[in-house]
C-alpha cells in the first residue's frame, strides 16, 4: 500500500499540518501560484468530504472518484482535484493514485468559407486595419498571387508572419 520512505501513515497524511507543508514547499521550492495553492486546498476539501474509511488504497480512492461524480461534481472538476491529489500523494511518496476520469475531447470548430469571406471583405480604416488583414489572409490561406505558394509550402505561423512583413509591410 505504501511505499517504504512515505512521509506518514493512512489518512493521517491528509491532516492539515502535512498538507500545509506540502502545499508551503510547492509554494517556495517549485513557484506554484497562490491559485494553483487555493487548488491544492480545494482538492483537499473534496477528499474529507467524499473519501470514506482510515485507509487510503486504490479502491478507497476510486470509491472516491466515483462518490464526487455520483454527487454532481463534473468530469472537469473530478480530474482537476484528481490531479492536485496524485501531486501531493507523490510528495507524500504514497503508492497509490487517485484515478483519472476520461474527459472529452472538444472538436475546434473552423470557420466556414462565407465566415473567412466576411472577414477579409472588410474595409480597412488605418494602417494597423490594414496590416491586420494581411495577417489573416496569409493565415487563412486567402494570399495574394505573389504569396500563392505559402498555403502549401509546409512553413510554419510564424515563418509566415515574418516573410509577409518582410517583404510587404
Known sequence: MWKEKSRAHHTGIFSLASFGQFVEEKKYLDGVSHRTARNYWGALKAFH??????????????????????????????HSYARSLNTFLRWARCAVTVPLPKLASKALSAYSPQQ????????????????????????????????ASFPESGLTVETKVKLYRNQYV
Do not use: F
Open 116 to 147: 473567412i469571406s466576411r472577414l477579409l471583405n472588410i474595409q480597412p480604416r488605418n494602417h494597423t486595419d490594414t496590416r491586420m488583414r494581411a495577417v489573416l489572409s496569409l493565415l487563412l490561406g486567402n494570399i495574394p498571387t505573389t504569396m
Open 49 to 78: 468530504r467524499y473519501h470514506t474509511g482510515n485507509e487510503i488504497t486504490e479502491a478507497s480512492l476510486m470509491a472516491m472518484a466515483m462518490a464526487t461524480a455520483r454527487a454532481g461534481m463534473s468530469p472537469g472538476a473530478i
